[in-house]
């Protein structure tokens, strides 16, 4: 990393998001290494950099990042972060702690995915308070650090809940600037947003209103957004509300999964995989998730299980290649559910493998790489998730895939609304609905698979991302 300054005062376009393009470790030699952050957000985004000069505030996760810090000033140049002009953030570990554990990802993420259930029902207690409390510390760093850096008149767009207050901060410090605010989360319909404490709900929504566009991934999100602050706030005011549909990057993805790391995965996934009874190559189901709740790993499993059970001929014949890879480990919460994940695919091998067959392979290790090797060999595609805000992993295995793969769907991911039509629809509840959806796809024939992947593929891709983020930037300098 160099010691000079990247980022001149007053840059024309900024992004603000907690988890930046990058993410730093110190070496056993005291150099630091850089490494791709990870997350449907920062796949999103990393493309911006080198058209937009953009520089992204972002906040140190890590020991290595805080080092980065430490040796930089926060100011890091594109050649320390593959592309992108970065300011990254050391907000007191405590706070970000509070803001990002407690807030952003037990309360916030808890409420949009509605993911609550006894026993996991919120209590909004002093604990609550104060870490709110930290979220708004939290929320004000970003706020006076964009502040900071914006020209006059400078576009800023500001992603996730992480950082729903920042548009109405931002806005008291400049009002010259234009805000805009994402959110790459499905947004939660009133009555279960206002389980959050009142004065909290308001807050929340006023502090996104603070901006003069707001952005949702489905106009499902959107809505649900607009008919919480009928009721909470009273209205949107004058905030301009829209749906950006986030799509995959096909150059890229095309590009990057044919070099030779990933040609090494696949070579080792086929050989994983194996040859059924009638010595041709078996069919795979495959999944790549975060280990993330609302991703509905386990019900997934319990699908495949009962798909083993109930249409024995799949047996031998199917591998089902499921990555999930650890994610918010800090919460005990996914440390059970990546705990259960582990014990269920070891039980259906268990239960069903033989000498020469492994029906689940799972990898936790996370690896783009062996994950763009998944996709090429895709037959069945299986994406489930309880709620999701879109889902890019549904978009970017008809891509890659390379005999055409059959999506097995979710109807509650924000994708469907864009690829539902092409895809086998699924409520992720329904275990025994989701094993039929299986079958249906591993049976699909050659030809309406060929034909369904070319359809998901081209509306997969609509707006890519650079245009994603471009087509907003455009909207908000109107
Ligand atoms: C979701 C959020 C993203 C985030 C990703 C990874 O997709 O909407 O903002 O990038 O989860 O979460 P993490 O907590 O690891 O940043």
């Known amino acids: 990393v160099s010691e000079r300054s990247a980022v001149r005062a007053g840059a024309e376009v900024l992004v603000a998001s907690n988890r930046g393009p990058v993410s730093y470790a110190v070496g056993e ?267 509905n790993i386990v019900r997934g499993l319990l699908a495949y299980r009962q798909l083993l059970a109930e249409e024995p001929s799949w047996r031998e014949r199917v591998v089902h290649i499921a990555f999930a890879y650890p994610s918010r480990q800090d919460l005990a919460v996914y440390r059970e559910y990546t705990a259960a994940v582990g014990r269920l695919s070891e039980e259906i091998n268990s239960e069903y493998g033989t000498d020469t067959w492994r029906p689940v392979v799972l990898h936790v290790k996370d690896d783009f790489a062996r994950s763009l090797a998944a996709y090429r060999l895709a037959d069945v595609a299986l994406v489930n998730p309880i709620r999701d805000g879109m889902n890019l992993v549904a978009k970017e295995i008809p891509v890659v895939s390379e005999q055409g793969c059959a999506l097995v769907l979710s109807r509650e991911a924000g994708a469907h609304e864009e690829l539902g039509g092409h895809a086998l629809t699924v409520n992720p509840y329904d275990v025994s609905g989701t094993a039929r959806a299986l079958h249906e796809a591993l049976s699909m024939d050659a030809g309406e698979r060929g034909e369904r992947t070319a359809r998901l593929a081209a509306a997969a891709t609509a707006l890519p991302p650079a245009q994603w983020f471009l087509k907003q930037l455009r909207a908000l300098r109107g």
């Open 29 to 295: 030699d005291g150099a630091l290494g850089a490494k791709r952050g990870g997350g449907g957000l920062v796949s999103g985004l990393s493309a911006i950099g080198p058209d937009t000069n953009a520089v992204w505030v972002c906040a140190a996760l890590g020991d290595g990042d805080r080092e980065a810090v430490r040796r930089t000033g926060g100011t890091l140049a594109p050649e320390d972060t593959g592309g992108q002009r970065v300011r990254m953030l050391d907000i007191p570990s405590q706070v970000h702690a509070d803001a990002y554990n407690g807030i952003a990802n037990s309360v916030l993420w808890f409420v949009h995915h509605m993911l609550y259930q006894t026993p996991l029902e919120p209590v909004f207690d002093a604990g609550f308070r104060q870490q709110w409390g930290a979220y708004e510390t939290y929320n004000r760093a970003f706020a006076r650090a964009l502040a900071d850096e914006a020209a006059e008149g400078a576009a800023v767009l500001v992603q996730d809940y992480h950082l729903a207050l920042v548009p109405g901060m931002l806005r008291a410090l400049r009002p010259d600037v234009r805000i805009a605010h994402f959110s790459h989360t499905p947004w939660a319909p009133p009555d279960y947003f206002r389980m959050l404490p009142d004065e909290v709900a308001r807050q929340l929504l006023e502090g996104m209103l603070g901006a003069d566009q707001l952005g949702f991934l489905t106009h499902r999100w959107a809505d649900a957004f607009t008919a919480c602050c009928a009721e909470v706030t009273g209205g949107t005011g004058g905030t301009r509300i829209g749906a950006y549909g986030l799509g995959a990057d096909a150059d890229f993805l095309l590009e990057r999964s044919r070099r030779a790391d990933v040609e090494e995965r696949l070579a080792t996934l086929r050989e994983q995989i194996g040859t059924g009874p009638d010595g041709t190559a078996r069919k795979t189901i495959v999944r790549v998730d975060r280990t993330e709740l609302s991703k």
